[in-house]
């Protein structure tokens, strides 16, 4: 139909116009209506024109080649699907977005868009709503505690990681670990729900890192640094050489071999009945795991030493990612390897008592080295002795070696410790001294003097005269039950107990009536003060203490060591509750400050969460440190490493405060890396293998965390410098041993000064 110019005029019929007519549907000439609009005829199916129409004939299809109609205009075939493209139709792929991230959006066209969510640090999608059929964050991330995380925010699944759980595997491929790398059982630390690490089991094992930034500090006190009252470095050798997993040094294999995973091993282990118990098929990741069962899978009566001593291990590995063991709660394994030792000693350790450890019990109902002599504890002490020595002549021949030195005079500590260097003293804590069993006819005064004597030559300064059962030189002190059943395997006798003597001071507690033997113990202690030695009244009775220290007084004062204390008064005192006859007393302290003693602080504590704010942390360890520092004014530290004692652990992580679930979100501060030890350097994270330790998630896991641990307690505030003049302390004590004054000391005598090999650097 034509149109008039009076009708163009009334704006309609042209293009881009209304029709004209009664049905709006007359256009111009060469015009048609198209969607209720005039549009020019063939002006259609080009790419982003209208699609020609059908009827009134223009063409077929409605759009050229490579086109789709789709909301009134010609689109290019495809180009669709990504973020704010439009969706695209079922003939041009299914689903109409591109990937699981987007989300279509109703429209004409529909939208493909990403919703304000599901992107790194996002919240997470709602898969009803806003992403439907899709997933609550964007592939390759994964929802962890409320948000969307992407792999590089992930702390796991690569080496030395914990694995990662099921929820976190979204982001790395449905995997616990990346590519290339194995799950470990067991974790520890901060593991969020993990029960692995991982590793690359085909890495070989190095030996472990100092981490120490160089250069250390020019020396200014060379007298300066703590000592370790108590030290087992060789106990892998003692309770019949099968029940502590790992050794201190291996001369050939290293530390992969010393610190193997404790599965199996080729030790000739015999169970306590003789029999052995072999190797069935060794776990997936430890093919070459032994011939004979050590820990095997760490069921708690083979692992944990008839299941009463804690230790906890979740897996048999320590090298090369330690899943399992050392940990501050370890019991049954390594914690002093040789180069975790060094670390100790650079970051300020100048003193160590090494004690070879003996326990009849221990080694009977244990696995144990097939011909060993349970009976024969001092056996067992000539082996760790041996050992220390041995490794010193050995560390002596390799790089960097030479600062392990066994000294037998206190100007030898004092001229070691001087050069920069460990002062290592020997020393004796067996359940039965020189085999003195309670009414052994062997143990003639002759005997033990001349025991004495050997022991003296072997370079031995340092003695328990008791330990845990009762023996001819005199009672044990009451603290663990257990012990009471093992006095009557060992000692023939139950322990008798009456409410405690003297200047114990104990208040409500029961205390072993056995004192001081006037023979054998007498014997004893005047021969070990004859020889200037010096003598560790921990494991002593209460009556047995009060005993020894009348023999001081009568020669006008003895200094004694206090080998790993632990405080009455810290703890609730109108309770018998973890309270025993082996914590020291205010009266007994008061003696030992008369007699000029040296006193240690044991890094594991009984306190219980009402008694303080964060258990079995360096938080508790300080309550008995300052209380002891106050008594005392210098203390040593008495860790009693690798002697089936736990450590102090750690205040954050999965085990925080003891596992106290009220206490775990106590602490807030935490130790921040790299840890400066005044005096003696700055130390990063330890490295082990292809595990790294964090005191703040991990605690006291080995003796070579030493840096650490004074740096958490320095971060309390706690004043680290009454145990950093341990070290000169404990050769002034010494010192004392061999001329004790008349009447008895009152104070410490001063540090003799000796001329400085090494007066301003170390070796």
Same mark, same amino acid.
């Given at each position: 139909?034509?149109?008039?110019? @009076?009708?163009?005029?009334?704006?309609?019929?042209?293009?881009?116009?209304?029709?004209?007519?009664?049905?709006?549907?007359?256009?111009?000439?060469?015009?048609?209506?198209?969607?209720?609009?005039?549009?020019?005829?063939?002006?259609?199916?080009?790419?982003?024109?209208?699609?020609?129409?059908?009827?009134?004939?223009?063409?077929?299809?409605?759009?050229?080649?490579?086109?789709?109609?789709?909301?009134?205009?010609?689109?290019?075939?495809?180009?669709?699907?990504?973020?704010?493209?439009?969706?695209?139709?079922?003939?041009?792929?299914?689903?109409?977005?591109?990937?699981?991230?987007?989300?279509?959006?109703?429209?004409?066209?529909?939208?493909?868009?990403?919703?304000?969510?599901?992107?790194?640090?996002?919240?997470?999608?709602?898969?009803?709503?806003?992403?439907?059929?899709?997933?609550?964050?964007?592939?390759?991330?994964?929802?962890?505690?409320?948000?969307?995380?992407?792999?590089?925010?992930?702390?796991?699944?690569?080496?030395?990681?914990?694995?990662?759980?099921?929820?976190?595997?979204?982001?790395?491929?449905?995997?616990?670990?990346?590519?290339?790398?194995?799950?470990?059982?067991?974790?520890?630390?901060?593991?969020?729900?993990?029960?692995?690490?991982?590793?690359?089991?085909?890495?070989?094992?190095?030996?472990? @890192?100092?981490?120490?930034?160089?250069?250390?500090?020019?020396?200014?006190?060379?007298?300066?640094?703590?000592?370790?009252?108590?030290?087992?470095?060789?106990?892998?050798?003692?309770?019949?050489?099968?029940?502590?997993?790992?050794?201190?040094?291996?001369?050939?294999?290293?530390?992969?071999?010393?610190?193997?995973?404790?599965?199996?091993?080729?030790?000739?282990?015999?169970?306590?009945?003789?029999?052995?118990?072999?190797?069935?098929?060794?776990?997936?990741?430890?093919?070459?795991?032994?011939?004979?069962?050590?820990?095997?899978?760490?069921?708690?009566?083979?692992?944990?030493?008839?299941?009463?001593?804690?230790?906890?291990?979740?897996?048999?590995?320590?090298?090369?990612?330690?899943?399992?063991?050392?940990?501050?709660?370890?019991?049954?394994?390594?914690?002093?390897?040789?180069?975790?030792?060094?670390?100790?000693?650079?970051?300020?350790?100048?003193?160590?008592?090494?004690?070879?450890?003996?326990?009849?019990?221990?080694?009977?109902?244990?696995?144990?080295?097939?011909?060993?002599?349970?009976?024969?504890?001092?056996?067992?002490?000539?082996?760790?002795?041996?050992?220390?020595?041995?490794?010193?002549?050995?560390?002596?021949?390799?790089?960097?070696?030479?600062?392990?030195?066994?000294?037998?005079?206190? @100007?030898?500590?004092?001229?070691?410790?001087?050069?920069?260097?460990?002062?290592?003293?020997?020393?004796?804590?067996?359940?039965?001294?020189?085999?003195?069993?309670?009414?052994?006819?062997?143990?003639?005064?002759?005997?033990?003097?001349?025991?004495?004597?050997?022991?003296?030559?072997?370079?031995?300064?340092?003695?328990?005269?008791?330990?845990?059962?009762?023996?001819?030189?005199?009672?044990?002190?009451?603290?663990?039950?257990?012990?009471?059943?093992?006095?009557?395997?060992?000692?023939?006798?139950?322990?008798?107990?009456?409410?405690?003597?003297?200047?114990?001071?104990?208040?409500?507690?029961?205390?072993?009536?056995?004192?001081?033997?006037?023979?054998?113990?007498?014997?004893?202690?005047?021969?070990?003060?004859?020889?200037?030695?010096?003598?560790?009244?921990?494991?002593?009775?209460?009556?047995?203490?009060?005993?020894?220290?009348?023999?001081?007084?009568?020669?006008?004062?003895?200094?004694?060591?206090?080998?790993?204390?632990?405080?009455?008064?810290?703890?609730?005192?109108?309770?018998?509750?973890?309270?025993?006859?082996?914590?020291?007393?205010?009266?007994?302290?008061?003696?030992?400050?008369?007699?000029?003693?040296?006193?240690?602080?044991?890094?594991?504590?009984?306190?219980?969460?009402?008694?303080?704010?964060?258990?079995?942390?360096?938080?508790?360890?300080?309550?008995?440190?300052?209380?002891?520092?106050?008594?005392?004014?210098?203390?040593?530290?008495?860790?009693?490493?690798?002697?089936?004692?736990?450590?102090?652990?750690?205040?954050?992580?999965?085990?925080?405060?003891?596992?106290?679930?009220?206490?775990?979100?106590?602490?807030?501060?935490?130790?921040?890396?790299?840890?400066?030890?005044?005096?003696?350097?700055?130390?990063?994270?330890?490295?082990?293998?292809?595990?790294?330790?964090?005191?703040?998630?991990?605690?006291?896991?080995?003796?070579?965390?030493?840096?650490?641990?004074?740096? @958490?307690?320095?971060?309390?505030?706690?004043?680290?410098?009454?145990?950093?003049?341990?070290?000169?302390?404990?050769?002034?004590?010494?010192?004392?041993?061999?001329?004790?004054?008349?009447?008895?000391?009152?104070?410490?005598?001063?540090?003799?000064?000796?001329?400085?090999?090494?007066?301003?650097?170390?070796?």
């Amino acid at each position: 139909m034509v149109i008039s110019n @009076d009708a163009l005029a009334a704006n309609c019929g042209g293009v881009g116009q209304a029709g004209c007519g009664v049905f709006k549907s007359d256009c111009a000439s060469g015009l048609i209506l198209y969607q209720g609009k005039c549009e020019v005829k063939g002006a259609c199916g080009a790419d982003g024109q209208r699609p020609c129409l059908a009827v009134p004939l223009e063409r077929v299809p409605s759009c050229n080649a490579g086109l789709v109609e789709l909301a009134g205009k010609c689109l290019k075939r495809g180009v669709c699907g990504d973020e704010n493209q439009r969706a695209c139709l079922v003939i041009e792929r299914v689903p109409s977005c591109n990937n699981k991230n987007l989300a279509e959006r109703p429209g004409n066209p529909a939208m493909c868009i990403h919703p304000a969510c599901g992107r790194a640090n996002e919240r997470p999608c709602n898969i009803v709503t806003e992403r439907p059929f899709g997933t609550s964050c964007d592939v390759g991330m994964a929802e962890v505690g409320g948000r969307c995380v992407d792999r590089a925010s992930l702390d796991c699944g690569r080496m030395g990681q914990r694995a990662c759980t099921l929820v976190e595997r979204a982001a790395i491929g449905n995997r616990p670990c990346d590519p290339g790398l194995d799950e470990a059982p067991g974790c520890n630390g901060e593991c969020r729900g993990s029960s692995g690490m991982c590793f690359n089991k085909n890495l070989p094992m190095t030996e472990p @890192d100092i981490n120490m930034r160089t250069p250390a500090p020019a020396v200014t006190d060379p007298m300066r640094g703590f000592a370790d009252l108590h030290v087992h470095m060789f106990a892998n050798l003692a309770f019949g050489g099968g029940t502590l997993a790992g050794a201190a040094y291996d001369p050939v294999g290293g530390a992969a071999k010393a610190l193997r995973a404790d599965f199996g091993t080729d030790l000739d282990l015999v169970l306590p009945a003789g029999n052995q118990q072999r190797v069935g098929i060794c776990p997936p990741l430890v093919p070459n795991c032994g011939a004979n069962v050590m820990h095997g899978d760490h069921i708690p009566i083979i692992d944990d030493f008839l299941g009463v001593n804690g230790d906890a291990s979740k897996s048999y590995f320590g090298a090369p990612i330690f899943t399992g063991w050392p940990t501050w709660h370890s019991k049954t394994h390594q914690q002093v390897y040789y180069k975790w030792l060094e670390r100790a000693w650079r970051g300020g350790m100048r003193v160590m008592v090494m004690l070879a450890v003996a326990n009849e019990f221990a080694c009977t109902f244990s696995k144990h080295l097939r011909g060993t002599q349970c009976t024969d504890s001092m056996a067992s002490v000539d082996k760790q002795l041996d050992a220390a020595i041995a490794f010193e002549t050995w560390l002596n021949t390799q790089p960097g070696g030479g600062w392990f030195k066994i000294v037998r005079t206190p @100007d030898e500590a004092e001229q070691a410790i001087r050069a920069g260097k460990l002062a290592v003293v020997l020393g004796i804590e067996a359940d039965t001294l020189f085999g003195c069993k309670p009414n052994a006819q062997h143990c003639t005064p002759a005997y033990i003097t001349s025991q004495v004597d050997k022991y003296y030559g072997k370079g031995v300064r340092y003695m328990f005269p008791i330990h845990d059962f009762d023996t001819a030189m005199g009672g044990s002190a009451l603290f663990i039950n257990l012990l009471g059943v093992a006095n009557v395997k060992i000692a023939g006798a139950p322990f008798i107990s009456a409410p405690c003597p003297g200047i114990s001071d104990l208040g409500t507690l029961n205390c072993n009536v056995k004192g001081l033997s006037p023979g054998a113990g007498n014997v004893l202690i005047n021969k070990l003060m004859d020889l200037g030695m010096m003598i560790d009244i921990d494991h002593m009775s209460s009556k047995m203490i009060d005993d020894t220290f009348a023999i001081a007084d009568k020669r006008g004062g003895y200094p004694f060591f206090v080998g790993h204390g632990l405080f009455n008064e810290v703890y609730d005192t109108s309770k018998v509750k973890n309270r025993h006859e082996r914590m020291r007393t205010a009266a007994q302290l008061a003696q030992l400050k008369k007699f000029g003693s040296l006193v240690s602080v044991m890094t594991e504590d009984e306190l219980e969460p009402a008694q303080t704010r964060c258990k079995n942390s360096s938080v508790s360890f300080a309550q008995n440190y300052n209380y002891a520092v106050g008594k005392m004014g210098v203390v040593a530290f008495g860790s009693d490493f690798n002697g089936m004692a736990g450590h102090v652990g750690p205040r954050f992580g999965d085990e925080a405060c003891g596992r106290e679930a009220s206490q775990k979100n106590s602490q807030t501060t935490r130790l921040a890396y790299p840890v400066t030890i005044p005096g003696f350097g700055m130390f990063d994270k330890q490295v082990s293998g292809q595990r790294t330790f964090d005191f703040n998630v991990d605690g006291f896991a080995h003796i070579g965390l030493y840096p650490d641990f004074l740096g @958490d307690l320095m971060a309390q505030s706690v004043s680290i410098e009454p145990v950093m003049r341990s070290a000169a302390e404990f050769v002034a004590t010494w010192r004392r041993t061999t001329a004790p004054k008349s009447p008895p000391i009152n104070k410490p005598a001063p540090v003799k000064v000796l001329p400085s090999p090494l007066p301003t650097k170390k070796p």
